[in-house]
């Protein structure tokens, strides 16, 4: 499979199909070899070159309904790159791109992203972030962090898109449609649409 990005240098030849490759592997091997990271690296800086027409310069996106990749947890990225390929998350155009991407180009990307800092929204309704914060602290902190920065299993959601945010919510409050997650059904089934405002004014206001 050809790169969709460019002609794949001599460190991605070897992992040019991702069929055969072990993403977690690679990307376990890279945060221990500093050389092989610094080079996977760069490849994902040149494929966040295209990704930016979307998700922003550095994965903070300039569009309130497309998510940032700034500062995500690299394997938590990687999952959701598995998760495009396999149709467990729907959007055609990045099943399309993620299926075209070299396993280096996966990896290189998620490395790129996690270490771009995140460039959080100024609080604008200072009464709604504070119940935000306090619907935060009882229920959100246990999978997203008391910094709402996740983990490898847990998006980081400070800093994040308000509309993105809001319209993930909904789609999980109801439990259906083009991304599904039972955890998160049953932790936002009993959210109103006022509390879901509050909890977002909040976290899109954290560094």
């Known amino acids: 499979m050809s790169s969709l990005f460019a002609t794949a240098p001599a460190h991605a030849q070897s992992a040019k199909a991702t069929g055969d ?18 080079s996977l690296f760069k490849t994902g800086r ?16 300039p569009k309130a ?24 998350r729907r959007n055609e155009f990045m099943e399309g791109m993620i299926k075209a991407m070299t396993a280096d180009e ?15 929204k100024p609080p604008t309704k200072p009464a709604l972030v504070a119940r935000g914060k306090e619907y935060y602290g009882k229920t959100c902190f246990r999978c997203h962090g008391e ?10 959601i400070a800093g994040q898109q308000p509309e993105y945010l809001t319209v993930t919510l909904k789609r999980y409050r109801v439990g259906q449609g083009v991304r599904t997650d039972p955890l998160m059904a049953a932790n936002t089934k009993l959210m109103t649409d006022a509390d879901i405002d509050a909890v977002v004014a909040y976290v899109t206001s954290m560094p």
């Open 21 to 38: 490759v072990d993403l977690s592997a690679r990307l376990q091997a890279a945060q221990s070899d500093p050389k092989l990271n610094e």
């Open 46 to 61: 040149k494929v966040a070159a295209f990704c930016a027409n979307c998700h922003g310069e550095g994965g903070n996106s």
């Open 65 to 88: 309904d497309t998510p940032n990749l700034a500062g995500q947890n690299p394997a938590y990225l990687l999952e959701q790159l598995r998760q495009f390929a396999d149709g467990r």
């Open 106 to 120: 996966k990896v290189g990307m998620v490395l790129f992203y996690a270490a771009q800092p995140v460039t959080p």
């Open 147 to 156: 910094d709402g920065r996740g983990g490898e299993k847990f998006a980081r």
